[in-house]
């Protein structure tokens, strides 16, 4: 009898100057019931094994070797009207990463399960409909009825991965591949939509492939587990094993940087500076556009919050999508006129300042490493350009300066003349800090500064952060949603709900000893090694 | 070939140099010498400029002339032509290459006039519009509906009427009348970029909203609106061509293509050379002055993937390894 699910050698090419395997050697096996997380970074082809699996690869792919064995099949001798007809869909299943476009916006939820039900059996409306439900309250979704009849738009991220998983079991497979299922989503959702998977892994009796960036998550999920780094896999085991004693250096620092991110921070005694920025009775609307016979409709995006922050520290404001983090680190920045409410920095308007002189004071850097910087810039130029601006400099001295700032955060100085297109998403980052710490300013806002790196580089920037405020003294204002980011660095906390502050205090006993109930779930949903 | 060794001998320090030193000046150099739409396009609009200016003089002939003798001549390749008219004459016996040679300039001088004309009215509205929104954007929306409500071509006829027709009304009244498709590209693309991490982060470092418009804005729409700047100087061209040809734009007897093609129309069946030629020369005008700006838009779009290829042999996926791993 030969295993459930085996994959051999396999190799996958794109064509380009010189023929490189984007993945080489890839060796899977898996028995029926059998649970797998796959753990790598962004390109490090754990996508790619499991697209090639499901057909789904791109058509410039080379599958240059190896061969795929599932339930007693050779796949690679079947054809591909067959594969469809019997495979995909039916026996193997994927869910995807983003909920947001996975699911067709102009059908129902309901018809498009009744339409993936009715493809692979031969049923009438009537059945599909009926299965539909099933699946629906299968992953626990209330008001079903109401529910078939919604379009994609009207359901929430957590919901709509809810459907997700249902249109992947409504067929029965017996296995599925769930790429990334959590990672565009909060993390109390997180947490709930893993609780499902394993919950209806269990019910339905089906195997599990799960890959993810997140050790943390791949370890509650999964029995076995693979790394892989640049499309080879570096370490393969029994969970346990492999958290508690990798062999590989990449796996260790892997777990270390996973590890130093949930260390405590070590409480510093700080003297309580002097007030660098007092917030009072902050506000922040936005009307929606009144529709015809409907009233306007008022948004309290940030609703009457209080808080200081001490010359040094560095305060974090911890908060799900919507909580309204984003909007108190743009009017902190002077980038959005607050409705109510005052801000005051060194005992100044933030709003009356001057636009230069604001520039000496704060600074922010932002989430995306993507579009935070001008692609028709040079890295040297957008660096230089706060000092351009707002100091008379020679341009040799600006020259120097930029120099030291790059060598400052870490980067070559041949990143001087290089656009921001040549550079990974690390890098963008730190050209990012470096163009907010130019000008010296006293405060640097990070709104999610490391959301959308890879968990080592992830490490890197925040470790930098780190040491730029040792040697600076900046006082940092932390935005994020991640609890390990914020325990790293922080040594204060507010939590955030709905535009309120719920919960704030120091970090460690904060977080500890949770007082409000949305901070004891928020802490709930963190998964640690 | 030549356009390289030109490159090289301009700057050589572009091609010598270990890639991470380039400056941008000299990938841009780099990236064009790859480029072969470029290259084309950029060789043969040098050639149609050199002969619209140097030209008439290197043939010598008036292209007013009259030799009612000599009518309708046809060109040398056709039976019948001989050497003393190359390109044969036209209806009044004037020589018709001095003549196409001679309208090079004017056609030149109001595609490219009035095209500039039509991009700095619609850019200017177009980022207004979409950098500050609100009451702006709804006057500029207005005033693009109206634009696009009016029959152009008889807007055109009457202001050219009007005024009394001359080289300069004409540009200036082709080139009002074509912002409209600037104004559409400019303002969503502004509206797009206005709103993405780098424009808030200029804004941060005290940059004033024109620093932002130009520093920001404008060097990321351009790629755009290089592409609809080298339509509209076919599409200028060939609208004056339709104003010579209804009688309304440049007057007879200077010669400019739009107008012999429209002189020519009468003896389309027995001497097709008059139309013909002429058409030629648009056509090749046209063509390479699109290739230029497909080129161009390749060449300086920072994203674009034409290769850098270098004496040393350094991918910077390399590069980037080696960074990676040093850390």
């Not at chain 1, 270390?256 to 700080?270: A, F, G």
């Not at chain 1, 974090?316 to 409705?339: C, F, H, Q, R, Y």
């Not at chain 2, 941008?24 to 396009?41: C, E, Q, T």
């Not at chain 2, 109001?110 to 500039?116: K, N, R, S, V």
Request: aromatic share 8%; glycine share 8%.
């Amino acid at each position: 009898m030969n295993n459930f699910l085996e994959i051999k050698n396999l190799s996958i090419a794109f064509p380009g100057n010189h023929l490189v395997n984007t993945l080489s050697n890839f060796n899977l096996k898996l028995d029926k019931n059998g649970s797998l997380g796959i753990v790598g970074e962004s390109g490090s082809g754990k996508t790619l094994s499991m697209l090639a699996l499901t057909r789904l690869l791109p058509k410039q792919a080379i599958v240059s070797s190896g061969s795929i064995d599932f339930l007693n099949h050779n796949l690679s001798e079947i054809d591909n009207l067959n594969f469809y007809k019997n495979f995909s869909g039916k026996k193997i299943s994927m869910i995807f990463q983003e909920p947001m476009t996975a699911l067709n916006p102009v059908y129902t939820i309901g018809r498009q399960l009744m339409h993936t039900y009715m493809y692979h059996n031969k049923v009438g409306k009537k059945e599909a409909h009926h299965k539909s439900l099933e699946m629906l309250s299968a992953v626990k979704l209330s008001d079903n009825l109401e529910r078939m009849k919604q379009y994609p738009h009207q359901l929430s991220g957590g919901q709509r991965q809810r459907v997700m998983i249902a249109m992947a079991l409504i067929n029965n497979p017996s296995l599925l591949i769930a790429d990334e299922p959590t990672t565009a989503l909060d993390v109390t959702v997180q947490k709930e939509i893993i609780n499902l998977i394993q919950e209806l892994k269990e019910k339905f009796g089906m195997a599990l492939i799960f890959i993810s960036h997140d050790l943390g998550v791949v370890s509650q999920v999964s029995k076995n587990i693979i790394v892989m780094k640049r499309g080879e896999i570096i370490e393969t085991g029994k969970t346990y094993n492999v958290l508690n004693k990798p062999k590989k250096l990449y796996t260790k620092t892997l777990i270390s940087c996973l590890k130093n991110l949930n260390t405590k921070h070590k409480k510093n005694k700080s003297k309580k500076n002097d007030k660098i920025i007092e917030v009072t009775n902050l506000s922040k609307f936005y009307k929606l556009p009144s529709k015809l016979f409907s009233a306007k409709k008022i948004i309290n995006a940030v609703n009457d919050i209080n808080f200081s922050v001490y010359e040094g520290e560095t305060l974090s404001i911890i908060g799900e999508s919507g909580s309204g983090k984003s909007t108190v680190a743009k009017m902190l920045n002077g980038l959005l006129a607050p409705d109510r409410g005052e801000i005051l920095i060194c005992n100044k308007d933030i709003n009356k300042l001057d636009t230069k002189e604001r520039a000496e004071i704060i600074q922010p850097v932002f989430q995306d490493p993507y579009s935070t910087l001008n692609p028709n810039h040079t890295i040297g130029y957008i660096i230089a350009r706060p000092l351009i601006l707002n100091k008379p400099f020679l341009s040799d001295e600006i020259r120097n300066l930029v120099l030291k700032t790059l060598d400052l955060v870490g980067l070559d100085k041949g990143f001087y003349y290089r656009f921001p297109n040549q550079l990974s998403g690390g890098q963008r980052q730190r050209v990012a800090i470096a163009r907010a710490i130019i000008l010296e300013p006293k405060i640097l806002i990070c709104d999610e500064p490391t959301s959308s790196l890879d968990v080592t580089i992830q490490e890197q920037i925040l470790q930098l952060l780190k040491d730029l405020k040792q040697k600076l003294g900046i006082t940092i204002i932390l935005i994020s949603h991640d609890i390990s980011v914020v325990k790293y660095l922080s040594e204060r906390v507010l939590v955030m709900l709905d535009g309120k502050i719920v919960e704030s205090g120091d970090t460690i006993s904060t977080l500890q000893n949770p007082k409000k109930e949305y901070t004891k779930k928020l802490m709930s949903a963190v998964y640690e090694i | 070939m030549i356009f390289e060794l030109f490159a090289k001998r301009l700057f050589p320090q572009a091609f010598n140099n270990d890639l991470s030193e380039l400056e941008p000046k000299h990938i841009f150099l780099r990236k064009s010498v790859n480029h072969l739409g470029f290259k084309f396009g950029l060789t043969m609009l040098l050639i149609i400029i050199f002969l619209g200016i140097f030209g008439p003089h290197i043939i010598g002939i008036s292209p007013y002339e009259q030799d009612l003798t000599k009518r309708l001549l046809p060109p040398i390749w056709v039976e019948g032509g001989n050497w003393e008219h190359i390109f044969g004459t036209d209806g009044n016996g004037r020589d018709y290459l001095a003549r196409i040679l001679y309208g090079t300039r004017i056609s030149l001088t109001i595609g490219f006039g009035a095209a500039f004309v039509g991009m700095i009215i619609g850019i200017s509205l177009g980022i207004l519009a979409g950098y500050f929104g609100g009451w702006v954007d709804q006057l500029v929306n207005y005033l693009l509906t109206c634009q696009l409500a009016l029959p152009g071509l008889l807007l055109a006829m009457t202001v050219v009427f009007l005024i009394g027709p001359s080289i300069t009304v004409v540009i200036l009244v082709i080139g009002v009348l074509h912002w409209t498709l600037f104004l559409v590209v400019s303002r969503s693309a502004t509206q797009r970029i206005r709103n993405l991490d780098y424009v808030l982060a200029a804004n941060a470092i005290g940059a004033s909203k024109y620093q932002i418009i130009f520093s920001d804005i404008i060097p990321n729409i351009l790629n755009q609106i290089i592409v609809i700047f080298t339509l509209e100087v076919g599409i200028a061209i060939l609208s004056e061509a339709s104003l010579s040809f209804l009688g309304v734009g440049i007057q007879p007897p200077t010669p400019s293509w739009g107008l012999l093609i429209a002189e020519g129309r009468e003896a389309l069946f027995f001497q097709p050379w008059l139309i013909i030629l002429p058409g030629i020369a648009l056509f090749l005008l046209v063509v390479s002055i699109n290739m230029l700006g497909d080129g161009l838009r390749d060449i300086t779009d920072p994203n674009s993937k034409i290769e850098i290829k270098s004496k040393v042999e350094v991918p910077i996926s390399n590069l980037k390894q080696n960074i990676n791993s040093k850390k």
